[in-house]
């Protein structure tokens, strides 16, 4: 499932979340993520049954863009000889 910021939006271009939900077999587990300026947020919920004793738990993470910096051209004068300095 996910969600744009307005009902005119288009869920596949706009989308600011996206909710996620397995329940095939135990635990379940339920999986939100949520764009940000810099990347994205994610949250998973593991939901364990009485049966399995476990406690159920929330794990939270971050993705963020790798900001690469290309690599500058030399510099060169009016004919074509690198400039110094």
């Given amino acids: 499932m996910t ?3 307005s009902a005119l939006g288009n869920p596949e271009r706009d989308a600011i979340a996206l909710l996620a939900h397995y329940d ?3 635990p379940r587990r339920t999986v ?3 764009l940000t ?3 994205a947020t994610d949250q998973v919920f593991t939901d364990f049954t ?3 004793r476990r406690a159920s738990h929330l794990e939270t993470g971050r993705l963020r863009r ?3 910096a290309r690599p500058s051209r030399p510099q060169r004068d009016a004919q074509g000889l690198r400039a110094s300095g």
């Fill in 66 to 68: 790798l900001q690469i």
């Fill in 50 to 52: 009485a049966t399995q």
């Fill in 3 to 5: 969600f744009a910021p």
């Fill in 37 to 39: 300026s810099d990347g």
């Fill in 32 to 34: 939100t993520m949520r």
């Fill in 24 to 26: 095939a077999s135990p």
